[in-house]
């Protein structure tokens, strides 16, 4: 009887690695072999590729809406302005008081009262929709994507001598620092013959650019005093900009924000305003990681295909094994390292590619662009100014498990039927 070895013995490694350099003569295994691993390396690094830019699409994303925008934004819900006069509004009166005791929660890093309106900013011929943004020079100067913007032109200091707008919205009007822009607001002055249009002159004193297109295109920030004259809200405030320290868990705060706004509180997330887009990405992520792995499964399937023809070529070293006392376990285990190799090669070399890929996307989109004449990165339909990637262990690990998972799994069938390979039909031919 035979005698049973230990389970990958050195010489199961040594026989696998023989048959995977096959000789010229059995060119077929060698070339299903290297189709095998190129197919493998291609598809582990493309799934790589894939979850470092979904997930650096994300967190540049997020980090854009939480980097300009409020992480909570605490508004008053309509109510009556004095017992009995039917006149109701949401503008916040004791602003000042609400702000202070919302900032005074633990956790809560500022707390900004703001006027917000629209109107049309003019210069010269040009004109567009803007969003306005009343505010003082301090709270400002707490907003990292505009007060600490890598591209900002002109002093932030001298906010309250004008007004601060972003760079794609003075692009688009032709305008720098120090040029002198006109508002335009439906809701001006009221008359007895109607309200008419407000026209005021500001000058630009920063331009900023947050990082985000459609923040840069519409966006100018107003000195708060100012606002509250311009949008006819003087002694009010119509919401409070609230900014915490952990952004991802803002929902922790809605009991707390809602005690300290007092009656008529209402509150708006960040996670509020972007849920359905935050879902959509995930569900994306979820379908590009399945679509991705079905290429990988099929690369991996070429593993078996050349298994297979190894198998067959092989056939009287299969006997010649089996008679010099080799069990069915260690004839199995020989060929199944033969897929395993294949695999493991292939996928540490589409981890290297990938990595190497992911850390240089930059490069890479500014050719692909420069390729195509420019526009192959929109920032007006993807939102932000450039394609990121971050790399992260747990996406690494993911392509990396599924990847070998696949390669053993495939090889199995073809292992087995080595093993069961009747020696003496093996030999009766040779």
């Known amino acids: 009887m035979a005698k049973s070895t230990a389970p990958f013995s050195g010489f199961e490694?040594?026989?696998?690695?023989r048959?995977?350099?096959a000789r010229r003569a059995e060119g077929g295994v060698s070339v299903m072999t290297w189709i095998s691993l190129i197919g493998i390396m291609l598809g582990v690094a493309a799934l790589i590729i894939t979850l470092a830019v979904?997930?650096?699409?994300r967190a540049e994303f997020v980090d854009t809406i939480l980097g300009s925008n409020a992480h909570v934004t605490v508004y008053s819900a309509q109510m009556e302005v004095e017992p009995g006069t039917g006149i109701y509004s949401n503008l916040m009166s004791d602003y000042a008081a609400r702000a202070e005791r919302i900032a005074a929660i633990p956790g809560v890093t500022r707390a900004a009262p703001l006027i917000r309106g629209q109107v049309m900013a003019t210069w010269g011929e040009r004109a567009n929709v803007a969003e306005v943004y009343g505010i003082?020079?301090?709270n400002l100067e707490t907003i990292p994507r505009?007060?600490?913007s890598a591209e900002a032109e002109g002093d932030i200091e001298s906010f309250g001598q004008g007004i601060a707008m972003g760079s794609e919205l003075a692009r688009e009007l032709g305008v720098t620092v120090g040029d002198t822009v006109k508002l335009i607001s439906p809701n001006g002055v009221k008359t007895p013959f109607g309200t008419s249009p407000r026209v005021n002159a500001y000058q630009i004193v920063y331009i900023f650019t947050a990082g985000r297109w459609d923040i840069d295109r519409t966006r100018i920030y107003m000195p708060f005093a100012e606002a509250q004259s311009y949008f006819n809200r003087e002694g009010g405030a119509d919401e409070i900009e609230v900014m915490v320290t952990d952004p991802e868990e803002v929902d922790d705060y809605t009991l707390q924000l809602l005690q300290a706004g007092g009656a008529g509180t209402m509150l708006w997330s960040w996670r509020d305003a972007s849920s359905s887009f935050l879902r959509a990405l995930t569900m994306e992520d979820n379908v590009m990681?399945?679509?991705l792995s079905v290429l990988v499964l099929i690369a991996t399937m070429n593993i078996t295909s050349g298994l297979i023809m190894l198998v067959k070529?092989?056939?009287?070293?299969?006997g010649i094994l089996r008679t010099m006392g080799l069990t069915e376990g260690a004839v199995m285990r020989v060929f199944f390292l033969c897929g395993a190799f294949t695999g493991v090669i292939g996928t540490a070399l589409g981890v290297g590619l990938g990595v190497l890929l992911a850390l240089n996307i930059d490069g890479i989109m500014s050719a692909v662009n420069w390729i195509s004449g420019g526009g192959a990165w929109d920032p007006s339909i993807r939102g932000i100014y450039e394609l990121p990637a971050k790399l992260q262990a747990?996406?690494?690990?993911?392509?990396?498990g599924l990847a070998l998972g696949l390669s053993f799994i495939v090889t199995i069938f073809p292992a087995r039927r080595a093993a069961r390979l009747n020696p003496v039909e093996a030999l009766r031919y040779e």
């Open 19 to 21: 048959y995977l350099r």
């Open 13 to 17: 490694f040594l026989i696998a690695w």
């Open 54 to 57: 979904r997930a650096g699409f």
């Open 289 to 291: 990681f399945v679509i």
């Open 313 to 318: 070529n092989k056939g009287r070293d299969i």
């Open 394 to 400: 747990y996406d690494v690990g993911r392509a990396v």
């Open 136 to 138: 003082t020079r301090e």
């Open 146 to 148: 505009v007060a600490h």
